[in-house]
């Protein structure tokens, strides 16, 4: 699984025979710098940019079969034990309205290089079927967390986040709330230079600005209804430029994008999951600590846990999701919810490289 972070992979070892499933190892590959800005650059067109995504999409592969060695490597287990590898690319441009979404892979590489079956583009099918093509996670947050008599949501703080929403004995919704930790990446790489603000230090060092809180939280994406998903396209640098105000200080920006993404978050349970008692939290934004005091704050009185609490680490979830899909595919079974993504029916997702 790589994210719209665009942080790295996260590889996880998913066994499935004691339902629903469990991990058995997981590797975190960090992206080489180049392929890093590669993946970044991809997002938006640019010049001779078939050639140079067709490239990244084989250096992005190579990223993703050095962890399956090493998980491998670690576990002693042979290749021939792994039923496939579920790859989900990375998605440099989603436009389910225009009826595309392109998710940037290589899969034929992937299963030379690792002799292992290989299920990709998860999203076109659904996207095709008239659906947001996402989330596609929350079937798989339903099989993990879902419950008879509690009513929890999972929240997914990706670059993105989702949510997925587990009433006792359904339906099951879910859809993209807005920015997870897009915004506070890039604006945290503009003034301090690093990826990422770790545990949210720096930000928490700045005051939330209401006026800038206000205005974005005015963008007509927040209120518009699910089915309803985003990505790079919409929110990005230039759409957070568009609103300050050369007088606010790097810090108290950043400290106001962390009570956004919160505030976000909050808005839409309050306004599509208001029953729900339990928030899951899982995801890398759980590492942002600022980000979980404002999430918690945000979301009383409902009691605010991450998915490790029950026995799922947060940087694997998604991992696992795919896996899961995956085996959804080869079994021929659907792996999207027609009531999450819009889609006119269920479909089996992905295509299929054999070992
Ligand atoms: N220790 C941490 N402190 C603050 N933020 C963190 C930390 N660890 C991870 N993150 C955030 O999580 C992001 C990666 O989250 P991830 O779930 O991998 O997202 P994606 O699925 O979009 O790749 C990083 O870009 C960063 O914003
Ligand atoms: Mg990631």
């Known amino acids: 699984m790589s994210g719209t972070s665009i942080d790295g992979v996260d590889a996880v070892l998913a066994d499935f025979s004691v339902p629903p499933c469990r991990s058995l190892a997981h590797e975190h590959g960090a992206f080489a710098p180049a392929l890093r800005t590669e993946l970044i650059a991809l997002q938006q067109s640019g010049a001779d940019e078939l050639h140079r995504a067709a490239l990244a999409a084989n250096a992005l592969m190579d990223a993703c079969a050095a ?122 790489q503009r003034h301090t230079g690093r990826l990422f603000d770790r545990e949210g230090a720096w930000g928490a060092q700045g005051q939330s600005i209401p006026s800038l809180l206000a205005a974005l939280r005015s963008e007509p994406y927040f209120a518009l209804p699910p089915p309803k998903s985003t990505g790079r396209d919409h929110f990005h640098l230039r759409w957070l430029e568009h609103h300050l105000d050369a007088a606010f200080a790097p810090a108290d920006v950043q400290r106001t994008l962390c009570r956004l993404t919160a505030q976000t978050i909050a808005d839409a349970i309050n306004a599509h999951c208001d029953k729900a008692t339990e928030a899951l939290i899982c995801g890398g934004g759980v590492g942002n600590a600022a980000l979980m005091r404002d999430l918690a704050e945000a979301l009383q009185p409902r009691s605010v846990a991450t998915t490790a609490t029950l026995g799922v680490p947060v940087d694997q979830v998604e991992a696992l999701a795919f896996a899961w899909l995956a085996r959804e595919a080869i079994a021929g079974r659907p792996g999207n919810l027609p009531a999450v993504t819009g889609a006119r029916g269920s479909r089996v997702l992905g295509a299929i490289y054999r070992a």
Do not use: C, M, Y
């Not at 989330?135 to 993105?160: C, E, K, Q, S, Y």
């Not at 989702?162 to 004995?169: E, M, R």
């Open 67 to 188: 962890p399956v060695s090493a998980l491998l490597a670690r576990t002693g287990l042979d290749r021939k034990q792994v039923s496939a590898i579920g790859v989900h690319g990375q998605t440099i441009r989603h436009r389910p309205e225009l009826g595309f979404t392109l998710q940037l892979a290589n899969p034929a590489r992937l299963a030379e290089a690792t002799g292992i079956t290989v299920v990709a583009d998860f999203r076109s099918r659904d996207v095709a079927a008239g659906g947001q093509g996402a989330p596609l996670v929350p079937a798989f947050h339903a099989a993990l967390f879902a419950t008879a008599d509690r009513h929890r949501v999972v929240v997914n703080i990706g670059g993105f986040a989702n949510v997925t929403d587990l009433p006792p004995g359904g339906p099951v919704r879910g859809f993209d709330t807005g920015p997870g930790n897009i915004l506070l990446d890039a604006w945290a």
